[in-house]
């Protein structure tokens, strides 16, 4: 259980949001919504322990989450708008860096967003929807029950937000969670609303 209270963030010198509080269980999934610079990356980026809440707490099954956050980043995978790819590595080693990985493990990830024939391409040369798939590939990389993601389907086409969202709904269906900020429509049935242009000051 993922349990936000009160949360606040400053960026800058300016107050984004404040009182944000939210329940997330096993299965669960909230949307993120608002206008530009509502703050739902900075509120993504603070659910992922990337920076200090202003005022609030975030719980993991009772206890603070942010106490130890190397803990914290175990439960978690983030994939944000800023896509992380390394141009000059082919798309598998992209996957491959962070941990060494067998071969297989990449082309399966690489296949749940149907990038597997693309493998041993440089990276440099995918599309930027592409590049968006392989950033989104980590995903089934990863134990992690937490998928925290920043305008997951931009730049995707229809059959590829189709296929992210049956990855959705299996990650669910096995007890993760899902927290996504968009302003695009994402099929995530029984998600809960977060809005947070009233979350200002
Ligand atoms: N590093 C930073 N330093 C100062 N201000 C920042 C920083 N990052 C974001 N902000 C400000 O915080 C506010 C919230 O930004 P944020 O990116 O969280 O909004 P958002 O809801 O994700 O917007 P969008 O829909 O455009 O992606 C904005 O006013 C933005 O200018």
């Not at 603070?46 to 803990?71: E, I, S, V």
């Not at 800023?82 to 080693?93: S, Y």
């Not at 998600?191 to 979350?199: H, I, P, T, Y």
Request: net charge positive; charged share 20%; proline share 5%.
């Amino acid at each position: 259980m993922l349990e936000a209270r009160s949360l606040a963030a400053i960026r800058g010198e300016r107050l984004v949001f404040r009182d944000v509080s939210f329940r997330l269980a096993a299965g669960g999934a909230l949307l993120l919504v608002g206008p530009n610079g509502a703050g739902k990356s900075s509120l993504i980026r603070l659910l992922a322990g990337l920076t200090p809440p202003a005022a609030g707490a975030l719980l993991w099954d009772d206890q603070d989450a942010l106490d130890d956050p190397p803990l914290h980043a175990t439960r978690l995978v983030f994939v944000g708008h800023m896509d992380a790819i390394k141009p000059g590595l082919t798309v598998a080693d992209n996957l491959g860096l962070a941990r060494r990985r067998s071969r297989a493990d990449i082309v399966a990830a690489l296949a749940t967003v149907d990038l597997e024939r693309f493998a041993d391409l440089p990276a440099r040369l995918l599309s930027s929807g592409q590049r968006r798939r392989l950033a989104l590939s980590r995903l089934a990389l990863s134990s992690a029950p937490l998928w925290l993601l920043d305008e997951p389907t931009t730049g995707l086409d229809a059959a590829s937000v189709r296929r992210l969202e049956a990855n959705f709904a299996r990650h669910r269906a096995g007890g993760g969670m899902i927290i996504a900020a968009t302003h695009l429509p994402l099929d995530l049935p029984g998600s809960v609303g977060l809005d947070l242009s009233r979350a200002g000051s």
